[in-house]
């Protein structure tokens, strides 16, 4: 079916930067929206930020004026930028499409395998 490809977590400084990218392949239509999502151990599960199809975003307050949510939609993918990164930062990180198929007229929605952000102090 649809399969969303993560990469670009690891390992960064207090400070440092990381640049997540997100993938889809196999059965896509149409990409209605794409959104970063993160969860710590025992933590519950938030939103980082999200951008529709028209280009619109939101951020978490948390992380606002520090990362950036963008899309290339020739490639399926989305990205997050993210900078002046913090030990708070530290999570597992997972995107999420919303796709619309038009045999039925219904909307999908698919998540990446999770990518871990480890930020030491």
């Known amino acids: 079916q649809v399969q969303l490809m993560e990469s670009g977590g690891g390992l960064v400084q207090a400070g440092g930067s990381l640049r997540l990218s997100c993938a889809a392949s196999?059965?896509?239509?149409?990409?209605?929206?794409m959104a970063w999502f993160r969860q710590a151990p025992g933590q519950q599960r938030e939103t980082v930020a999200a951008?529709?199809?028209?280009?619109?975003?939101n951020y978490a307050d948390s992380v606002k004026g520090r990362f950036t949510i963008s899309r290339d939609n020739a490639n399926n993918t989305v990205y997050l930028q993210m900078n002046n990164l913090k030990p708070e930062d530290t999570a597992v990180y997972y995107c999420?499409?919303?796709?619309?198929?038009?045999?039925?007229?219904?909307?999908?929605?698919?998540w990446g395998q999770g990518t871990q952000v480890t930020v030491s102090s």
């Open positions: 196999g059965s896509i239509s149409s990409i209605n929206a």
């Open positions: 999420k499409i919303w796709l619309y198929v038009v045999a039925g007229g219904r909307t999908f929605d698919y």
């Open positions: 951008i529709t199809s028209g280009g619109t975003t």
